[in-house]
């Protein structure tokens, strides 16, 4: 009994030797496939490498107008590197005809960009033709010497035309003085020409309404004059009603400050907003 008992100790203690080389294959068969994916890794495209190199040598050398910094040195690609005035690209490209959308989409479809989408288009033309606008404005404006009168400026709604009430109106009323017709008349010439949306607003100072007036306070008086405006655009000037809207702020919307003789002359006015329709 005793010496089968040594036997079946002397067996299990063999097997018991041999199982660190399941752990060692393991660890190398691991460290062969680290190693294997390593290289994989570390291989480079030559081709595209190649592309790659060559373009920036054809840059450098397009951009510095002589030779190409790259030229000759071996530091970045190798003395094989073929010169930058051998390489097609080196050739002057044949220059684009300009696109249907103008001189922007001709440029972009030289350069490899994408063509202008529409939108991007029609937001450009918007641009033009608001900046065309506000240069006409401002030659009328100086032409007749109303600087004082009309103010122009471009603001991220569109731009805004700001009319004086002096210019406008007589005190307190809301009926046009007959010689501001002659400058409405020029603004609607201008925004016949225009597919977008036109606003007018009444904007008064913080003074009350006196009681000989005709109107219970500045919000009756500052929609009256936006909408006197607005008459003479849709019903003289015969323009698409669509196009417009108005609204009287009264003197929440003041553009100075109400403690002042000034400041008061310069709240109440009516701004004309040609919106911008489109936003980059």
Same mark, same amino acid.
């Given at each position: 009994m005793r010496q089968r008992q040594r036997g079946s100790r002397k067996s299990g203690s063999g097997e018991g030797k041999d199982r660190w080389m399941i752990t060692y294959a393991d660890l190398i068969t691991l460290l062969l496939i680290f190693f294997v994916i390593m290289y994989a890794m570390s291989r480079l495209d030559t081709e595209k490498y190649k592309s790659v190199t060559e373009s920036l040598? !054809?840059? !450098?050398? $397009? #951009? #510095?107008?002589?030779?190409?910094?790259?030229?000759g040195n071996p530091g970045l690609t190798g003395s094989d590197i073929p010169?930058? @005035?051998?390489?097609?690209?080196?050739?002057? %490209?044949p220059s684009a005809s300009p696109a249907p959308g103008g001189a922007d989409s001709g440029d972009k479809a030289a350069s490899g960009d994408p063509p202008l989408t529409e939108r991007e288009l029609a937001f450009r033309q918007q641009e033009e033709q608001l900046a065309n606008l506000m240069k006409m404005i401002k030659q009328?404006? +100086?032409? $007749?010497? &109303?600087? $004082?009168?009309? !103010?122009?400026?471009?603001?991220?709604?569109?731009?805004a035309i700001t009319l004086s009430d002096q210019f406008l109106f007589d005190t307190g009323k809301a009926a046009l003085k007959p010689g501001s017709g002659k400058t409405l008349s020029k603004l609607g010439s201008l925004f016949s020409n225009l597919d977008t949306k036109i606003s007018i607003e009444g904007h008064t100072d913080n +003074?009350?309404?006196?009681?000989?007036?005709?109107?219970?306070? $500045?919000?009756?008086?500052?929609? %009256?004059? %936006?909408?006197?405006?607005?008459r003479y655009f849709i019903d003289t000037m015969h323009l698409d009603a669509n196009n417009f809207q108005y609204a009287g702020y009264a003197d929440t919307h003041p553009a100075a400050d109400?403690? @002042? %003789?000034?400041?008061?002359?310069?709240?109440?006015?009516?701004?004309?907003?040609? &919106?911008?329709?489109?936003?980059?």
């Open positions: 040598q !054809f840059s !450098f050398h $397009n #951009s #510095s107008g002589g030779k190409s910094v790259l030229e010169n930058a @005035t051998d390489h097609p690209a080196a050739s002057p %490209a009328y404006v +100086q032409e $007749n010497h &109303l600087d $004082n009168q009309i !103010f122009v400026a471009d603001k991220p709604q569109g731009i +003074q009350p309404i006196v009681h000989s007036s005709q109107y219970k306070d $500045n919000w009756e008086l500052s929609g %009256a004059r %936006a909408l006197s405006v607005l109400n403690s @002042t %003789a000034a400041g008061r002359q310069k709240n109440r006015r009516v701004e004309i907003t040609v &919106l911008r329709q489109l936003q980059q």
